[in-house]
């Protein structure tokens, strides 16, 4: 027997499978297998051919089809190679991210500069999310794809630029201009590929980004070593962003524009023009959208097809599905906003800071630390794929509510303890870290609609920002006056335990519902379309 892919990940799969003519000693009949595959992903077909060759490898039947490490739902070659290559992007918007907080505390030593310095310089950066919200504007109008790699390439030349600054002023404008683009780039990734990928695995293609997200920024940590050459060695850490380069620029021969943007530009350019009719219909009256339409059939993608229109009002009325229940509330941007200054007060300082409390407190060299930080990071960036698995089948508010409780009591501990309890602590409060990022990351992309995805995504973004800078800010100011980073954090605490009554009572569970269902897409695409017969009989 033969068998070839029809649908799925892999560029190629043919598996054949032999039974032999008799029975063996044990009463089975001998089975003989051959598999041949190619993974052909962008970047990452390294790293899956071992995996898939030790799963695929072994005739077991009645075993679990998708193995632990793989996505909650099958994906098609398209969202696959998609998702590859936004992960070899986010990683280079990890490395960019993750060079000033390894780097910071050296380039203030040689620069004479504290620590209310360093945590300036921090919450400087951390508003950067602020401006990246012009660059989401754009990535809902023009496209995300042009912004997500504009953006990208963008910061790796800003990135470069910091390795000749003179002053920490400087080091700072470099690093808020890298920061932004970083920003801009990132949610533009994660939005991309929540509407690409399946419903079944949204939280856990978010959770793949943060991990790659997490590689790219544990590379700075790797070349820590290099600042023991000299007072200036911190600035081979900037100079070596240039290696980046390339994979953007191969990146982007890899990655289409997503298929939900485009058809939405394709429908609302129909609607404007009022060229969209139903059959038999006039020209002012949308045709109802469905899987058999024109624009679904050409871009693959199932619109709702549950909307009509009372012509001639500009009205729009949905029937049925998410739209009946009205346009998206701002509710829903004030919760996630709330949550995301909750969590930020209390995790960006205490991530920001442990270079600093390692080497001032811990008394840790720069291999030392590059040691400890690259064990947690590893091992911790597990979280990311358990995290979002289970934020898939398990439900996103439980979930959340252990990775962010666990977190919280885990950073408090590793700046309690000391020696090998500490660095097991480090392990598990990076875990937890990584783990809640697609739980509470994927919510800012998911609840809105895609004509205001990015916007949405890039609010609650900036909102997390300015609870970085209060986090920042109040950690600098309380460690100053208490003498130590452990009191500060310990009242910073109280944001994630907030947070933690906020999953339990106020948010809602999206974990498997369609995008269209939870954004109430159709009430604004009838309120588009309502619009566009105001605009086509004014024009008549």
């Known amino acids: 027997m033969s068998f070839s892919q029809v649908a799925g990940p892999l560029a190629s799969y043919h598996r054949t499978v032999e039974f032999a003519r008799r029975f063996g000693p044990d009463g089975l009949v001998p089975v003989r297998q051959e598999v041949h595959l190619r993974v052909g992903l962008p970047w990452w077909s390294w790293l899956f051919a071992p995996l898939l060759r030790a799963h695929l490898g072994r005739f077991a039947p009645g075993r679990a089809k998708m193995p632990w490490w793989g996505p909650p739902q099958r994906l098609d070659r398209r969202p696959a190679v998609m998702l590859a290559t936004l992960a070899a992007l986010v990683a280079v918007q990890g490395f960019v991210a993750g060079i000033l907080p390894a780097t910071l505390t050296y380039a203030a030593s040689q620069m004479r500069a504290g620590t209310f310095a360093q945590g300036a310089v921090f919450a400087a950066v951390e508003l950067s999310a602020l401006p990246a919200l012009a660059a989401l504007v754009l990535a809902d109008r023009r496209g995300r794809r042009s912004v997500l790699l504009s953006a990208t390439g963008a910061a790796v030349v800003m990135s470069e630029v910091g390795a000749v600054v003179p002053s920490v002023g400087w080091l700072a404008i470099t690093q808020v201009a890298a920061g932004a683009l970083v920003a801009a780039g990132g949610i533009a990734a994660i939005?991309?590929?929540?509407?690409?990928?399946?419903?079944?695995?949204?939280?856990?293609?978010?959770?793949?980004?943060?991990?790659?997200?997490?590689?790219?920024?544990?590379?700075?940590?790797?070349?820590?070593?290099?600042?023991?050459?000299?007072?200036?060695?911190?600035?081979?850490?900037?100079?070596?962003?240039?290696?980046?380069?390339?994979?953007?620029i191969r990146s982007a021969r890899c990655l289409p524009e997503g298929r939900r943007w485009s058809v939405g530009r394709d429908l609302e350019a129909l609607l404007l023009a009022g060229h969209a009719t139903s059959d038999g219909g006039s020209p002012l009256e949308p045709r109802r959208e469905g899987p058999g339409s024109n624009v679904a059939a050409r871009e693959g993608?199932?619109?709702?097809?549950?909307?009509?229109?009372?012509?001639?009002?500009?009205?729009?009325?949905?029937?049925?599905?998410?739209?009946?229940?009205?346009?998206?509330?701002?509710?829903?941007?004030?919760?996630?906003?709330?949550?995301?200054?909750?969590?930020?007060?209390?995790?960006?300082?205490?991530?920001?800071?442990?270079?600093?409390?390692?080497?001032?407190?811990?008394?840790?060299?720069?291999?030392?630390?590059?040691?400890?930080?690259?064990?947690?990071?590893?091992?911790?960036?597990?979280?990311?794929?358990?995290?979002?698995?289970?934020?898939?089948?398990?439900?996103?508010?439980?979930?959340?509510?252990?990775?962010?409780?666990?977190?919280?009591?885990?950073?408090?501990?590793?700046?309690?303890?000391?020696?090998?309890?500490?660095?097991?602590?480090?392990?598990?409060s990076q875990f937890f870290l990584y783990a809640a990022a697609p739980v509470l990351g994927v919510y800012g992309a998911e609840l809105f609609t895609t004509r205001a995805r990015a916007r949405s995504a890039g609010l609650v973004s900036a909102a997390s920002s300015v609870g970085a800078v209060a986090g920042l800010v109040s950690m600098g100011w309380l460690a100053s006056r208490m003498g130590s980073f452990v009191p500060a954090l310990a009242l910073l605490a109280a944001g994630p335990a907030v947070l933690v009554v906020l999953l339990l009572l106020a948010y809602p569970e999206s974990a498997g519902r369609s995008l269209d269902d939870l954004s109430t897409d159709l009430a604004d695409r009838a309120s588009l379309a309502g619009s566009a017969i105001v605009a086509a009989e004014r024009q008549h």
Do not use: N
Not at 235 to 246: E, F, H, K
Not at 370 to 399: F, N
């Open 301 to 428: 993608v199932r619109l709702p097809d549950t909307y009509a229109l009372t012509a001639g009002r500009g009205e729009g009325r949905a029937i049925g599905g998410a739209g009946s229940r009205g346009a998206p509330g701002g509710h829903k941007l004030a919760l996630l906003c709330a949550g995301a200054v909750l969590f930020a007060i209390f995790a960006v300082p205490a991530g920001q800071f442990q270079t600093q409390f390692l080497r001032d407190y811990r008394h840790y060299s720069a291999l030392s630390i590059s040691l400890l930080e690259q064990l947690s990071g590893t091992l911790g960036g597990l979280g990311v794929l358990v995290g979002g698995r289970m934020a898939d089948t398990r439900g996103r508010r439980p979930v959340g509510v252990a990775c962010v409780g666990g977190a919280t009591l885990f950073t408090l501990a590793a700046y309690l303890t000391h020696a090998w309890l500490m660095w097991a602590s480090a392990t598990a």
């Open 191 to 248: 939005v991309l590929a929540v509407e690409e990928v399946p419903d079944g695995c949204r939280a856990w293609s978010v959770g793949v980004l943060g991990m790659a997200g997490g590689l790219g920024a544990g590379v700075p940590l790797a070349l820590l070593p290099l600042v023991d050459l000299g007072p200036g060695g911190w600035r081979w850490l900037y100079a070596l962003s240039v290696c980046c380069l390339p994979v953007v």
